[in-house]
Nanobody
Framework: QVQLVESGGGLVQAGGSLRLSCVASGRTSSYVMGWFRQAPGKEREFVAAISASGGSTVYGDSVKGRFTISRDNAKNTQYLQMNSLQPEETAVYFC?????????????????WGQGTQVTVSS
């Protein structure tokens, strides 16, 4: 069983940056890790994912060039560096883990989920 705990969310002005962290209770070095976000009244949206080794990353179109996903398997931790944040990116951000080899962008492929961390971007 894997438990995921996110941190690093908060309030930031438009154009600002935040760095999210996700710590896993179990060994997730062989898992694909991902970030999703969900705004009120909207579906959960793929943000980014990273392969087990960290050698492959995938980003949602809206965050390419601004967000960077990374992981430190020795610390069972993954990160999401978010730059140039915009108000429409206000949402709860979730960390997820998938026991797969391929990097997927659909939420249903991920088995384990964190509770989420709120990110609010003010205009």
């Amino acid at each position: 069983q894997v438990q995921l705990v996110e941190s690093g969310g908060g309030l930031v002005q438009a154009g600002g940056s935040l760095r999210l962290s996700c710590v896993a209770s179990g060994r997730t070095s062989s898992y694909v890790m991902g970030w999703f976000r969900q705004a009120p009244g909207k579906e959960r949206e793929f943000v980014a994912a990273i392969s087990a080794s960290g050698g492959s990353t995938v980003y949602g179109d809206s965050v390419k060039g601004r967000f960077t996903i990374s992981r430190d398997n020795a610390k069972n931790t993954q990160y999401l560096q978010m730059n140039s944040l915009q108000p429409e990116e206000t949402a709860v951000y979730f960390c997820a883990a998938a026991a797969t080899v391929l990097v997927f962008t659909t939420p249903s492929r991920y088995t384990y989920w964190g509770q989420g961390t709120q990110v609010t971007v003010s205009s």
